[in-house]
């Protein structure tokens, strides 16, 4: 390319960049209309403003609302000189021009919309199921001209051009965060259109609104927008964390962590908004960074799946042929994917987190919602943690006969089957119990993948420590299910598997330590040796027992399990200290094999405990 065009691609890209800012001002300024009720500033006439081309003030809201029409106007005819700059510079096989021309089309479209808004009165306080929909809608078609501009901007600035085929599952996780953000910002808009016309006088008068059984249906519908942000958010930090190891590119590496950044100030503006009673400045200032976490993601989502970011196999290192199967895979290869083995004490944890809190039979529904759920969650993290392990599974004794090691599944397909179980969890939680249930799953595998397989499992000796806990959720998962809230009981049970996990793991960990001596993976008896190993596991042993027996000073629990407990860490603190005495394999495998029947025979006793007491 020559200076003359560089020059002209270079201007253009300026230009295309100061017209998304401008745009994201005048998006900012209607919601400052939406928020004051100026929506019917102009009556019910449309393109003209109270039947005139420029209206007598004779009302703050004619101006407020005028000013918007007229903001907007000018930023449609800054996008028809996008549109005929952009075609006449670039070529048509430059994604520029179809950035250009896709933008066109967009605000073309949001315009028609706002103007419907205006012409079937469905404004100012207006609180109709049908402007719930319209302005959702409007809302997700304004987050598509976000897109389009920036990615125009993008492009015109060097951008490289996407490659759309063969991305698989970064296509999936990035196409998953998409409609995250619609459905984010769909639940934005209801939660924003109640705030508007249902305004409590403090943050407290408005919980009280939202719980009471006779609120408007907007008011009940506002409550799931920050359920919504947290499982969004929770979903950015492990598509961010899978992405960036799928695409290990400096560009794709800053944009993911501008996202993370840009996302977490986002929550933080939200919970600021909501207990400030949601004045209109800082619905202003959430809106806009909302708009500018969407363009951080659409351009990481460029950079990602740019031409110039060649793609990468998790764990392909030590491995042939990574990116195809040798084998056509089984109904079987697929389960195994899920550790089914592994699976069963959390699953059977997750059941009686159920029972405990129904205090007996939760019903048959409850049931299923929770076996299914709680199985497809841990088997999605499991599946993910079995493509990014691949390579030191590979060289391991025990797990070298997995289906991704032996290529019957691809990596690619084994995520994609990761991702729709997750999907299935956490709708079937959402829908068959509550969305607290929901969430916890989804924190649960982000939990196991992002921080325990990703940054810690190769990285520190205290890998099991922090990156058990994903071990500990769930039991809240269940109690959540059955309760929709979590008391202090709950947390007993997820601090029971906590401090639980290092016995049961390094227990095993000492029978493969030679395994994870080989792979490089820093267990704690491959760091600092058996004797430190046994001593920690007796520690932890102690606290295990002493959280196991705190809910009786809850009174929520009667004698039967008060005995159980005592019996069973009686058993689990002799096994720890023979182990310590003499740091045997024999000692340890028994310790290993009693922890996974102590825990579960803990649960079982809580469980039936509170069903004959409670």
Known sequence: MGVEPRMKHLAFARYAWGLLLYILGVIVWGAYVRATGSGDGCGQSWPTCNGALIPEPEQLKTVIEFSHRLTSGLALIGVIVLYYWGRRIFPKDHPAYFGVT???????????????????????????????????????????????????????????????????????????????????????????????????????????MDLSPTAHFLIKLRVWHPIIAISVGIYILLMVGLVNRLRPHPTVQRYGTALVLLFGTQIVVGLWNMLSNTPESLQMLHIFTADVVWISFVLYAAAALSRDVQPTELGEEHLPSPHESSSRASVRDYFALTKPRIISLLLFTALAGLFIAAGGWPGWKLFWVVFLGGYAFAGAANAINMVIDRDIDARMERTRGRPTVQNRIASADALKFAFVLAAFAFVLLWLGANPLAATLGLAGLMHYVLIYTIFLKRRSWNNIVIGGAAGAFPPLVGWAAATGELNLLAWYLFAIVFFWTPVHFWALALLIKDDYARVGVPMLPVVHGDRVTVLQIALYAVLTAVISIMPLTLGQVGWIYALSAALLNLVLLGHSLMLYLEPQRPRARRLFFYSMSYLALLFLAMAVDRSVHF
């Open 102 to 208: 896709a933008a066109l089309w967009v605000m073309l479209t949001e315009t028609v919309a706002g103007g419907g808004l205006v012409l079937y009165e469905l404004v100012a306080y207006n609180d109709s199921v049908a402007r719930v929909v319209v302005m959702a809608i409007h809302l997700l078609i304004t987050l598509t001209l976000i897109a389009t501009m920036a990615l125009a901007a993008y492009w015109a600035s060097g951008g490289a051009p996407l490659r759309l085929k063969n991305q698989g599952a970064v296509g999936w996780a990035l196409g998953i965060a998409v409609l995250a953000f619609f459905t984010l910002a769909a639940s934005g808009a209801v939660t924003a259109l109640a705030d508007t016309l249902f305004r409590a006088p403090s943050f407290w008068e408005g919980v009280k």
